[in-house]
């Protein structure tokens, strides 16, 4: 879509009346594009902060999926987050968290992606380890008919997901959904990615809280033994 600036400058006779207009346009589209994408970013950067202020709070994995989840919705102008974890045994994806509102796609998408139907985003992301943007749904090969028309239905423009890499290796992801097209730019990608890391490190200190836990019941459960 375009935008045009006009400036209308009458031209009035001896006697006060109007008898020409000036009009005077210009194409302000790329100043509006522009302003748009630096709320965009400056909605990303608040989204950005508000989780890195959750994560030095050292909170359980679910609980950071839930904050994290919701902060993007709220903040950052997303129309829905989940978050998806893989079960390394059975190669089954679970859902760890959700905005409200959209319950119903994630439940037929995680049937679908556990079906053992052909590769998709999220199966893409956890196996290349990288993110995978969709930016325009209704055209988007990768996706198998009914999780298209899903997307649709759901009202869905653009979406991305972005995998969780702990010890470098993809455990999880991150999904977030637009209702605009050509949502996702590069910008927006770095950012995003740069959150997803900061999540995944904060995966790996969790886990390593856990594992010091574990190992000093272990040496206290000793020494009680041997007392």
Request: glycine fraction near 6%.
């Amino acid at each position: 879509s375009s935008f045009w600036e006009a400036r209308f400058i009458p031209d009035f006779n001896h006697n006060a009346v109007v008898e020409t207009v000036l009009v005077i346009s210009r194409d302000i589209s790329e100043q509006r594009r522009s302003e748009g994408q630096i709320r965009k970013l400056s909605h990303l950067y608040q989204v950005l902060s508000n989780i890195n202020q959750i994560l030095v709070r050292r909170l359980a994995p679910e609980q950071i999926f839930k904050q994290a989840a919701e902060i993007c919705v709220r903040d950052g102008g997303f129309k829905f987050a989940w978050v998806g974890l893989l079960d390394k045994s059975s190669g089954q994806i679970s859902l760890a968290a959700q905005t409200l509102g959209y319950e119903h796609y994630s439940e037929q998408v995680l049937l679908n992606v556990n079906s053992g139907a052909r590769f998709g985003p999220t199966r893409l992301a956890l196996a290349s380890a990288q993110c995978i943007v969709c930016n325009d749904v209704e055209h988007e090969e990768r996706l198998e008919l009914l999780k298209r028309e899903l997307a649709l239905q759901a009202g869905f423009g653009a979406f991305a997901v972005f995998p969780f890499l702990v010890h470098g290796v993809a455990l999880g992801v991150f999904s977030l959904y637009s209702d605009e097209v050509n949502f996702f730019d590069e910008d927006e990608i770095w950012l995003l990615n740069e959150l997803a890391g900061n999540i995944s490190y904060a995966l790996e200190a969790s886990e390593k809280d856990r594992r010091l836990s574990q190992a000093a019941s272990v040496i206290e459960s000793t020494r009680e033994a041997i007392m």
